[in-house]
């Protein structure tokens, strides 16, 4: 048994989960998210607790057990909590400001970069040089600050870029041969 996948997942209060044929939809305080389910997958909903249960030891069904608990668990807490993902701007120049609801970022090009936010993800900006990423979907969430973070990935030399806060950045030494 998937040590992950045999865990039951708490419902907190205020949270309605319910399931269709081949999806099942999380309803809480901060919104509504509706994922596709495998169709050999079993979910057991009691009064308080989801369990997954899967129908052999079938490679597939083996790695579908701990997928489909995770997403589960994870659809519970974007609604109850929500995600946020920071990001931090290093480099000379490398700026970000917030007009309205969409991002411009100075990133060294010689235009401004615009990143207009998809549905159900909202950017903060605290300082000219961090971004806050923050929405329900943890996978949206993740995509968006990947897909921002790609525009000026860190770089090893000097570590300029856009990278994940916390984030360490492998730096290599210059070139070998310079004598000083």
């Known amino acids: 048994m998937s040590r992950i996948g045999r865990k039951p997942i708490d419902v907190p209060a205020g949270v309605n989960v319910t399931i269709a044929e081949q999806s099942i939809t999380v309803v809480g305080p901060k919104g509504t998210l509706t994922k596709g389910l495998h169709k050999d997958m079993k979910i057991v909903i009691d009064e308080k607790t989801?369990?997954?249960?899967?129908?052999?030891?079938?490679?597939?069904?083996?790695?579908?057990?701990?997928?489909?608990?995770?997403?589960i668990a994870n659809m519970i807490q974007g609604v109850t909590a929500g995600y946020v993902k920071n990001l931090e701007?290093?480099?000379?120049?490398?700026?970000?400001?917030?007009?309205?609801?969409?991002?411009?970022?100075?990133?060294?090009?010689?235009?401004?970069?615009?990143v207009i936010p998809a549905d159900g993800i909202e950017f903060e900006v605290p300082a000219n040089t961090k971004i806050s990423i923050k929405g329900i979907d943890k996978e949206l969430v993740g995509a968006v600050a990947a897909k921002i973070r790609s525009y000026r990935e860190p770089e090893p030399y000097k570590g300029k870029g856009i990278k994940y806060e916390g984030e360490r950045i492998l730096r290599k030494e210059g070139k070998a041969g310079k004598k000083k």
């Open 89 to 114: 701007l290093v480099g000379v120049g490398y700026r970000v400001n917030k007009t309205g609801d969409k991002l411009n970022l100075s990133l060294g090009f010689s235009h401004p970069v615009e």
């Open 50 to 71: 989801i369990s997954v249960e899967r129908p052999s030891d079938h490679k597939l069904h083996r790695a579908l057990h701990g997928t489909t608990r995770s997403v």
